[in-house]
């Protein structure tokens, strides 16, 4: 086989293989980072929560206050009772007397309200901070994990770097740019194979007469579709 082919072959194998080794560190890096996502989520769910608790807190402690005057103002109407002479006066106060129990009813039953909600919001910020513990240090181990993970495969992708520069140096210089540019442009695919007049790049065929000059196996051409460099390898010569 064309000497030249059998080198951008090589080169294109170890750039794969380069490409996978990338995805796999991508990878990694993508688990935690969804994980650290997961306890940022977290940790914004429990200041809500915190916050709706806070709100709710200082809404009692307004009925709270309101509560007391009414009390207070009950009070003083029913003393006032035993002071009025007139029908017409002790109607009208008996009415407000009325108004105001109906009032401290209504706010009781609103703070109680309240303070059963107060205790399942702070119920479920008791739960979240219990997941969050479990989480954070989950995180943590993950972070270490990962990062070995990480800096092993780096290593094999160091080895696999060097090759690929001693495989680069020795392919052409303009050659070797035209396949960066289409691995780039091609999904990682810059150089493959024609099988029975098919580019096995674009899977479309290829004229009769390029096909003719691809079997005798001595050139590479361009796809006409894909603009990939093709090669022709009967299927038993291929690694
Ligand atoms: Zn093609």
Redesign the pocket.
Known sequence: MNEVISQLIALQKIDLHLDTIDNKIKEEQDALDRQSAMLAQRESDIDDLHEQISTLEKERRTLDLELGEELVHVKSRQSKMMQVQTGREQTALLKEIEDGKQNIKDKEDKIVSIMAEVESLTAQVTRQQELLQAETKSLAEETIKTKEAIEAISKSKQTESNKRQKHASEVEAKLLSKYTILRERRNGLAVNNVLAGV?Q??F?SIPPQQYNTLLRGDKHLD?P??Q?I?YHLPPDDQE
């Open positions: 580019c790049g674009c479309m796809c579709v894909c990939r093709i």
